[in-house]
């Protein structure tokens, strides 16, 4: 049970008062093992949610393979979960946007690990930008990572699991903007969406090769990577937490047990699926009438009166 | 070709100046005689946005036939619009709530001018109100005209129609909150969403018999049954109209335009539609970044810079 | 690792073969006690889906309370539960169609056990149908359940939770075709997507009371209550399976663990999110070109052989 | 008033006997010289549905840009276009997927015609072929004309649209699997629902400047380029028309009305819409119960009767 208190100890840092009804649980959710000789293949695993979701996925007992450009990043992060949890974790260097950079990527893990049970398409590039000022090489330099980048990669691994006639599943991590798109992140809006319906179609056809494909669309939680550029001046999270319903930013060890579960047996009759992560901050935004919240109580007595004494149309 | 005009001479009151490039056609748009010896019904047909399609359709050559439950304000709408096309509009007393007030209702219809051609499900109920304030009673209030009273004139009509071998197009008018929900107007938006499920279910199942489904998802155009229960201070309507991209609300004669041409057989190949119609107000909510409009040019610059020199993630 | 067996020893009947490569995961997915001191109210608990999550819900620690219209059956069923988790089940004859009986069984729970942190709202009724067969009051059968139901649980005790000043977590049962529309449900069809729109409202409406709305769209799971309605004679299994990518059904136990996770603290910061639970089902019926499944190699490598030689528009 | 006819004379062959309540009307449906003194560009106009555009932009007055790789082609549409119509058409070659090349083509189009008031992205490449067969370079092939082609004829237009102060309409095609994916088309899925973020993104960003984005999401229509890759054997064709609800394709010239509409200045207030048009085949496909419609009705009455005699849940 539980009421609003008088103190907001405990809130994060420009959270609203009602968060403190929406705590986050950010231990480990899953049963202990429940990634047991399991390999799960992670893109952008060295920092922010991929590094997040490493290392939810290496305390539940998976051997992890983090992959992407700055390999010391990587190894630092593989050292750090590895010295938490006891279970491997590799770290290869990757660039996702080089279709052979992507298969030497996995002739590598292929050695380390084996074929993954689990990847997670994770590695993205974003920044802000009005439309008029993107030149093609800004609109490629998202489009790259994000549509190409994960295309090859699953491509590349789908390939290689339905030759050995293995199962997987596979996770991307997109946006709430994918669907609705969004002004100043047009790249991204567009490399995303076209991710979505990737892993859509995969979820229809790859069905029978024993593949799974589902989708996490997170609202705003607080990275280096993502806010740098999507905040550089830190003016628009409070209007983000002004309109989120639960009144604060996710965590990505909330974000992280939500993609273990997906990619656990637990889920293993989920398949194309898409589930918003965003505290309703997208229902907040599209609903035509939300911005009445701001009404008070007596202006709206006044307003029921005045729409009762309303007469025809 | 358009460019800015340094003058506002002709711009809805309250719009934004680049709402001048975003003019309102408002002639009748299809060719005359489009719905010569058709028969239209539509609901709410006496007031605003029922009765500018029902003026179009006349227009056009319909005959048509307009019900609610005002008997006078349908019998002065008829007669206006008789009056201005030369065609016969008949008005009839239908509570759409009622199963047998909707099925006398068609009795009488036939026998003026037999089955429609064309139907459109315009009648609805509406107003802003907290839902912790709402009753049961107030709930069905809304829900009963506008989920129910769609279905029994649906049920009521298709089912003599498919009796009788003949084909239709039905039109359905919600609104841009039914698939994303809106607070403050729950009701609406749960019955607007089930007449579009509803319409998508028909167009699939009822094509064979002839029929086709259609939906148009209006944004803000200002009548005064709309506005009277949604806005009643007059003061969100500057908020609306900041939002919307085209900078400025919609207008009847538009709406009917679209109506007629989905009720057309210019559309006979359009079934299961969703039809949008809001100036952008809905993506332009939707979006998450969209309120970086407010950003000026000289601070885009420092972002911009600021962006760049971040480095990893 | 998971590969094909070439055995289908434990595959559901009817199945598959590459469903062993989705195998179920049934136990109890969440850490024990997640739920302790939490009340728990689910409509339609005595059977069914609403038995299995009041199960695993009571096996995680919480209390109980499970309403619909039979006694005898909720009676039972509250034994069964107990018996094996030892804790409280509480059985209350609610008809949901009814605000009174709504509001009276919330009077008895409050004295039973205080107002619910969780609310699940599952009760509902379908049958196939072919629309021009539907009277008026087999229309209202299903969406008084369905909408009408539902929302005068939640408006109910939303009412009284936000009176308290206390926060719950909703959940409510809808399906995969509340969006897309389907022939021969279509009251159901369009009653669960109004339960839906109502969720999104109140996901945007309500969070500053705490509160969080949450959607699990089922694809088909064998339960006697849908399936003697749905499929009764037994005939449409085998298409569904066919076109299910996961090859399977869904079964109960999977659901209640996806309903516990999305009621439970570790999805504080979900609201407002729609989860389809099918299999694929929903893509894989949905995508255009997924027919071509059938195609076999050798017919592929003619037709590529023709699309290749293709020249020009 | 239309019935059934004892005879299909007139159907277009291989449709549905109940298409003939469904008959195109191929006439051109906007008022004469609609498009009067403006300039139209579209990509991909020199053949199938970009040819129908042009054409009856042509018809309706305005001067036709069409751009493509084949300018011979091109040529022979722009002759045969303008002889029929009397309105200039000039061919311009362009392959979207170079940056240069396009504002190369954009150089030429403002010196024959000045920037355009209305801009159609048709240009696309697809064919059907199992996701596992595709090369990073197969995917490339597609994405880069659709995607990236659309985002470089979009970005390079719209700069300098608004660095002159000029409105315009854009409008894209996709395909009616763009929010579903599809298996075996899976690139031309994700450029697609690429394109449709980039529209929605756009709308939302750019209506300030004047300009409108909108969506047509076509269901099958029979042309050379399409049909020759997704259809090559000719034998799908048939199963397309049976689960269409209107019981036939689309045709181009139908598609060439709505396309006119949305262009033209009677769709003002339409930004950020998505029209799908397909004869109802995508909630046809959706809809899960929508195979039911094999059934006949003495198997209803059979089930019907199994139905109402089943007790309990
Ligand atoms: N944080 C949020 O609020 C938020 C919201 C919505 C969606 N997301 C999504 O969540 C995911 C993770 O974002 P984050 O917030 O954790 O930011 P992040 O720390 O910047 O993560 C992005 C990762 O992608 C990797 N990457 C970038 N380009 C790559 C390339 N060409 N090849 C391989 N890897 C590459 C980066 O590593 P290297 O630099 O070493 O290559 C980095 O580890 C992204 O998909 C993002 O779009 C985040
Ligand atoms: N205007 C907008 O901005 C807007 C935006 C989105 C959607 N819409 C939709 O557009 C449609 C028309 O709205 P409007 O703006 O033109 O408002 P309106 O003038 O108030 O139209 C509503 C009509 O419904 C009729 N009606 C109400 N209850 C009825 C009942 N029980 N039986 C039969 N008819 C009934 C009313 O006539 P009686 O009083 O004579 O019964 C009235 O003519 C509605 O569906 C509305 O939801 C409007
Ligand atoms: N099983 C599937 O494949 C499937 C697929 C999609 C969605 N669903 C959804 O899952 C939920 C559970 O379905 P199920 O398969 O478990 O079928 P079920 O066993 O028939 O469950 C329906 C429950 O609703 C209760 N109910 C019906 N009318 C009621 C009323 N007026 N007041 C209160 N309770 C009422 C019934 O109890 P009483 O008879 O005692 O009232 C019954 O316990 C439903 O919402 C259903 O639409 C199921
Ligand atoms: N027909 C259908 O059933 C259907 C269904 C859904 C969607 N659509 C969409 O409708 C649009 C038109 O298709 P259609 O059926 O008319 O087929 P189409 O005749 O093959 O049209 C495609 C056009 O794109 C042009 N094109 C291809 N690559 C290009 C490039 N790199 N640069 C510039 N132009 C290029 C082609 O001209 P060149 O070869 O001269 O370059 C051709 O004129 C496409 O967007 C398609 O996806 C069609």
């Avoid at 983000?240 to 604060?248: H, Y």
């Avoid at 009438?289 to 007469?311: C, G, Y």
């Amino acid at each position: 049970m539980r009421r609003f208190r008088n103190t907001s100890a405990g809130l994060q840092s420009g959270s609203a008062p009602h968060s403190q009804l929406f705590p986050p649980a950010e231990g480990v959710m899953l049963p202990p093992e429940s990634f047991k000789n399991r390999v799960v293949f992670i893109t952008g695993g060295g920092t922010g949610l991929g590094r997040a979701m490493a290392t939810v996925l290496s305390q539940l007992g998976a051997q992890c393979v983090i992959a992407s450009r700055k390999l010391d990043v990587l190894q630092q992060t593989a050292e750090d979960i590895c010295s938490r949890t006891g279970n491997k974790v590799h770290a290869l260097q990757c660039d996702v946007r080089d279709p052979q950079a992507v298969s030497h990527c996995v002739d590598q893990m292929t050695s380390l690990t084996g074929l993954p049970d689990v990847i997670i398409n994770n590695a993205a590039g974003n920044f802000i930008c009005p439309s008029e000022r993107l030149s093609p090489n800004a609109w490629k330099s998202i489009t790259d990572i994000v549509l190409n980048g994960t295309a090859f990669v699953t491509l590349e691994l789908g390939k290689r699991l339905i030759q050995d006639q293995r199962g997987a599943s596979f996770l991307a991590i997109t946006t709430i903007y994918a669907e609705s798109g969004s002004g100043f992140v047009a790249p991204s809006a567009s490399a995303k969406a076209g991710v979505e319906a990737l892993y859509k179609s995969l979820a229809a056809e790859w069905g029978r090769y024993g593949h799974r494909f589902n989708i996490i669309q997170p609202g705003p939680i607080k990275t280096k990577g993502a806010f740098s550029r999507l905040d550089p001046t830190g003016k628009f999270e409070k209007g983000m937490i002004d309109r989120i319903p639960t009144g604060r930013l996710g965590t990505p060890a909330e974000l992280a047990n939500l993609a273990a579960y997906l990619s656990s047996d637990y889920a293993s009759w989920i398949s194309g699926a898409v589930m918003r992560f965003d505290g309703g901050e997208y229902v907040s935004m599209a609903g035509e009438f939300n911005d009445l919240r701001r009404v008070t109580p007596d202006q709206w007595k006044m307003m029921e009166a005045m729409i009762r004494s309303t007469k025809g149309s």
